[in-house]
């Protein structure tokens, strides 16, 4: 398959989600091994970058790490060469921000853009053009270190939790983020609102 996004394209899979939400499932079991239609979603979400002509992965592991790592040496993924699956364990990161320092410090990516993704991702999107567009934002800003990906439902939608709703603020002209809350409190939500659209001109509004 000819590449939209060109060569070398590298990811880092959050195989932890930091978080409770499935206790107390996941204090046996990591998320990312819960199954959806009794398949692991971490299955989805290597398929998905498969599919998107990545070519080197590395499963960053955390909680359950050494689960994890069991798990795929069972699969297709352990002796894959397209794309590259790689394992690597932390025993030290409580956060996505914890995880994305020790990326950096073990020097692991060399590809400039590359993808990071949590581990349970079910989609079909197409990261051509996301990388495509992040590319074109470096050439006139050397400080767009990262293209964020938002996806709207329905606050009626199934997979829609009650205390789900963030306020995302960003610059219509620009596209530039400028704010972002999960606070759940609604009074949190609503002073971040505000102080956003008055702070920062042209600014639109997800929820």
């Known amino acids: 398959m000819a590449r939209s996004h060109g060569e070398g394209i590298q990811a880092v899979v959050l195989a932890d989600s930091f978080t409770n939400t499935f206790r107390p499932l996941t204090l046996d079991v990591p998320k990312v091994l819960l199954p959806v239609v009794n398949v692991p979603m971490i299955e ?7 599919s ?12 359950h790490a050494e689960m994890i790592e069991s798990y795929l040496k069972t699969t297709r993924w352990h002796n894959s060469t397209s794309p590259k699956i790689h394992v690597t364990r932390s ?11 020790e990326v950096y410090d073990r020097k692991i990516i060399t590809s400039d853009p590359f993808v990071l993704v949590s581990g349970d991702v079910i989609s079909s999107m197409h990261l051509g053009p996301v990388i495509a567009a992040h590319k074109e934002r470096r050439k006139t800003d050397k400080n767009c270190i990262m293209t964020m990906v938002f996806k709207p439902t329905s606050a009626t939608h199934p997979t829609q ?8 603020t960003y610059d219509q002209d620009t596209l530039e983020l400028v704010g972002y809350d999960n606070d759940p409190r ?9 102080t956003n659209l008055l702070r920062n001109r042209a600014a639109a509004v997800m929820q």
């Open 52 to 63: 998107q002509d990545v070519d080197e992965i590395f499963v960053l592991c955390c909680a």
């Open 44 to 50: 989805y979400t290597l398929e998905w970058l498969a």
């Open 91 to 101: 025993d030290t990161c409580t956060s996505a921000g914890d995880a994305l320092r």
């Open 161 to 168: 939790q009650l205390h789900d709703d963030i306020v995302v």
């Open 186 to 194: 609604p009074s949190a939500l609503f002073a971040t609102l505000a």
